[in-house]
């Protein structure tokens, strides 16, 4: 179980990382050809997405990694979740059903990390 944990860590860290960094550092005008949602926020508001999603990517890997405060990795899982599932309800408002499955499939990869890291507490 926990090379799965690892891997799906793993995975979860790098999509967030590098979507926080691509959030935090390209202008808003430049996401929205690809992120029309973008649209609908404040530039500062996209950039603390951004922030978010880098710092849960971080979140999930060196806590655990340390052994410094591992509480922190189910924790970083779990605000990952919360973005999922804002996220989710952004694009069904704005009738963007084909991002729905990806959303899913990430709010469960970051609740399964969630769920059996504080198990393992």
Same mark, same amino acid.
């Given at each position: 179980?926990?090379?799965?944990?690892?891997?799906?860590?793993?995975?979860?860290?790098?999509?967030?990382?590098?979507?926080? #960094?691509?959030?935090?550092?390209?202008?808003?005008?430049?996401? %929205? %050809?690809?992120?029309?949602?973008?649209?609908?926020?404040?530039?500062?508001?996209?950039?603390?997405?951004?922030?978010?999603?880098?710092?849960?990517?971080?979140?999930?890997?060196?806590?655990? *990694?340390?052994?410094?405060?591992?509480?922190?990795?189910?924790?970083?899982?779990?605000?990952?979740?919360?973005?999922?599932? *804002?996220?989710?309800?952004?694009?069904?408002?704005?009738?963007?059903?084909?991002?729905?499955?990806?959303?899913?499939? #990430? *709010?469960?990869?970051?609740?399964?990390?969630?769920?059996?890291?504080?198990?393992?507490?």
């Amino acid at each position: 179980m926990n090379v799965a944990l690892w891997i799906v860590t793993g995975i979860l860290a790098a999509m967030y990382l590098f979507a926080g #960094l691509t959030k935090s550092f390209t202008p808003k005008d430049k996401l %929205a %050809a690809n992120m029309p949602w973008v649209e609908d926020f404040s530039p500062g508001i996209v950039t603390f997405i951004g922030v978010a999603e880098f710092a849960g990517a971080v979140g999930l890997v060196l806590p655990w *990694l340390t052994g410094i405060a591992p509480v922190l990795t189910p924790l970083a899982a779990t605000g990952l979740v919360i973005v999922q599932i *804002l996220a989710i309800v952004v694009h069904v408002r704005r009738g963007e059903q084909k991002s729905l499955p990806f959303n899913v499939v #990430l *709010l469960l990869a970051a609740l399964f990390v969630a769920i059996f890291r504080f198990v393992q507490l």
